[in-house]
């Protein structure tokens, strides 16, 4: 008889022990691959986070602007910049952007801010400003009103906790009031009426800005007052201007909402005294997977002369990327341990088998099996094991983290807060399934192979008088 | 014999409070040759160099003792008409074409004024080479011909100034900032100011050309100019108001 056909039938022979072999690889596996895309998806919706609402994916700037954000590092875009950034396979469109520092005061109020001029229209590709002005917000007033009607206890709890938030969309406001799809359509018409806040957007030439949300807080400001901007513009002119608030934004990314104020691109220009200059031209690209953007990076940088600089999104948020590396690094020790105790577990049921068996092996030689053949069988076994349990983990492990990708894990409404004020998205997100599936999975095979070779060793050395004694 | 060594301790701190007296008064009587005992006011222009670019701003200056200072903004036309005020410890910006008046935050104290090497705390004077250092004078040498006091001063711990030490070059004839050596807190050189063109003005000899030359930017610089002065011309605390501050031409 072949090997593999004995090996499969011995596995069927004590159906209860290759169980729980497979169930231990399984489970291995399994958590691997789940705990690996709840890690990276995390860390991909918050990348997704602050590309979105800042820095985008690629940046086109003077070279000196990035070490020293001054006005004095600024471009003029030429038609030719634009169209030989345009003309990459992988970009979209080019949009512009003027960055850069200035006081911003109301009254007695004063506080350093990030002045973003953005083209109202092309900006809608990117960071989509118009989609963060402030929907709803939470005042004591409207609370109280709102608390008037008709509505459920938790509501009320709920409110309570998210007194003073705001909200540039229903869904989120949803989420953290924890309110049920049940009573959506019963309650959203309070909101509406009670809650909702009218904000303005702006065009190109208009003497107008968005503030965020925290910022406007603190200087208290609110939709149609002025605020005025001062700081230094090229060559170290004055730079000054004030500007009616034409809207409140909400970023999700608090730092950035404590200090953004948004102008069209032109009227910044102006007020930093630089005509047609820019700080940076933001590359909308299709493909946003890491190989198309390393890629497209590199093509840029052979394209643009000086006296050009490109930059990747890494570069730009270093911060970040370093913080998440850090805590990836965490999370592969974690993950590291989990193979660790996996790892035992198998080896332990293998050390069991083996034991249990050693009678059969035993007598098997005596009546003139040989011990390479034996052996042979034995690897086979492990094999079979260590597929099945393979196969049974990322199959269970994939319809799982599929789900998870489309339904994201929120948290009840008591945490949302704290996550928020730690700049994070209140959600657990998955990682669609990518080269960590087959790596995590790789693993848990070389643990299967490193396991099968003690039955290989213990079989070869086994004295058939003392095995069949046993 | 422990009488004799207290005798001995006694003399040796007068010995060494009259020196430091004499390195007070030596940078008191300079200070208060450029920048008047009562008052002063000044027509000046300052030049900012940069390794790219360079531009030419006006202004005129008032002070007041260490108490009060007005700066009004004469050109270029996209500048002009802006003024300072600094009162006491505080400090105030009236910007015509925004029209509004705004109260600088003690942050923006060490930052560039116009754009220039020289910061706010520099032209509003907030801090004292005289009261908020403690000096001594460390040597004599000579610069571009003059024989001068070199002078350390140490800042006081308690007092508001962002230099750690300088070092300064005065004439020791007519009492004249030569030059002088701004080091920041952790002992680093940060800049270098140098007194030039020496000139008769309003009866008294001050150096009209004043250069500044940070340490760590390769081919910067600022150089005033100074117009025109008069001192100790008659000038009330009404002067230095926020209505003043809008109204001053």
Redesign the interface.
Same mark, same amino acid.
């Given at each position: 008889m072949k090997n593999y056909k004995m090996a499969w039938r011995n596995l069927w022979r004590n159906r209860r022990r290759t169980f729980i072999t497979v169930a231990s690889v399984f489970f291995a596996v399994f958590f691997a691959l789940v705990m690996r895309s709840l890690q990276l998806g995390t860390y991909d919706s918050m990348y997704k986070n602050i590309i979105e609402s800042y820095s985008g994916y690629i940046q086109v700037q003077d070279e000196d602007f990035w070490e020293n954000k001054i006005v004095?590092n600024v471009f003029v875009n030429t038609g030719e910049l634009t169209e030989t950034i345009k003309s990459d396979r992988n970009v979209e469109d080019v949009i512009p952007r003027f960055e850069s520092f200035a /006081?911003a %005061?109301s009254g %007695?109020r004063?506080k +350093?801010v990030l002045v973003m001029g953005i083209d109202p229209e092309k900006e809608k590709l990117l960071s989509d400003v118009e989609s963060k002005l402030v929907k709803y917000r939470l005042t004591e007033e409207t609370v109280e009103k709102i608390k008037s009607e008709n509505i459920p206890d938790y509501l009320a709890e709920n409110m309570d906790l998210f007194l003073g938030n705001s909200y540039s969309s229903a869904g989120r406001l949803q989420i953290d009031l924890g309110i049920k799809k049940s009573d959506e359509d019963a309650l959203m018409p309070l909101f509406e009426k009670y809650a909702s806040v009218d904000n303005g957007y702006f065009s190109m030439g208009e003497n107008a800005a968005l503030v965020g949300d925290k910022l406007a807080k603190y200087l208290g400001l609110e939709r149609g007052d002025t605020i005025?901007l /001062?700081g230094?513009a090229y060559? +170290?002119?004055?730079a000054?201007?004030?500007y009616v608030i034409e809207g409140i934004v909400k970023i999700p990314n608090p730092d950035i909402e404590n200090k953004i104020v948004y102008l069209p691109v032109d009227i910044c220009q102006t007020l930093f005294?630089t005509n047609d200059m820019f700080t940076a031209m933001v590359v909308h690209i299709k493909d946003n997977s890491d190989d198309a953007i390393d890629n497209t990076i590199k093509r840029l940088d052979i394209n643009l002369e000086n006296p050009y600089r490109v930059l990747g999104w890494r570069e730009m948020n270093e911060t970040l990327v370093q913080q998440l590396d850090a805590d990836d690094k965490g999370g592969l020790i974690m993950i590291g341990i989990l193979y660790l105790v996996i790892a035992f577990g198998v080896f332990g049921t293998v050390l069991m088998m083996t034991a249990e068996r050693r009678r059969e092996f035993g007598v098997l030689v005596a009546i003139g099996m040989q011990k390479t053949k034996m052996a042979g069988v034995m690897v086979y076994e492990m094999l079979y094991i260590g597929l099945l349990g393979i196969l049974a983990g990322s199959g269970v492990a994939l319809p799982a983290i599929i789900y998870g990708y489309h339904h994201p894990i929120h948290f009840p409404s008591k945490f949302t807060k704290i996550f928020e004020e730690y700049g994070f998205e209140p959600e657990l997100a998955f990682q669609w399934i990518d080269k960590y599936f087959i790596s995590q999975s790789l693993v848990v095979a070389i643990i299967v192979l490193v396991a099968i070779t003690y039955p290989v060793v213990k079989i070869n050395k086994m004295k058939e008088v003392n095995a069949l004694k046993a | 014999m422990k009488k004799g060594l207290i005798a001995f301790l006694l003399i040796v701190c007068t010995v060494l409070s009259v020196t430091a007296q004499d390195a007070r008064e030596i940078v008191k009587r300079a200070n208060d040759k450029i920048n008047g005992e009562e008052s002063s006011y000044g027509i000046m222009a300052m030049t900012i160099i940069r390794p790219e670019w360079e531009r030419t701003l006006e202004f005129k200056n008032w002070t007041r003792g260490t108490e009060f200072a007005l700066t009004l903004i004469t050109a270029p036309a996209r500048d002009k008409g802006q003024s300072f005020l600094k009162r006491s410890t505080e400090m105030w910006s009236w910007n015509p074409t925004i029209s509004r008046m705004i109260k600088l935050p003690p942050s923006m104290m060490s930052q560039g004024w116009m754009g220039s090497d020289y910061t706010n705390d520099d032209i509003l004077k907030e801090s004292s080479v005289v009261d908020d250092y403690t000096h001594e004078i460390i040597g004599e040498e000579e610069i571009e011909g003059r024989v001068c006091y070199k002078i350390k001063m140490q800042a006081k711990e308690d007092a508001a100034v962002i230099w750690g030490h300088q070092i300064r070059w005065i004439d020791k004839k007519d009492y004249l900032f030569m030059k002088a050596e701004l080091y920041d807190e952790d002992g680093y050189l940060v800049r270098t100011e140098l007194g030039k063109d020496i000139k008769n003005m309003d009866g008294r000899l001050i150096p009209s050309v004043l250069e500044l030359i940070p340490e760590d930017e390769e081919g910067y610089k600022t150089i005033v100019v100074i117009e025109g002065i008069e001192f100790n011309i008659p000038l009330e605390e009404s002067f230095f108001s926020q209505q003043n501050l809008k109204r001053v031409r």
């Open positions: 004095d /006081l %005061s %007695s004063s +350093g005025i /001062l230094q060559h +170290g002119y004055t000054a201007g004030k005294y | -």
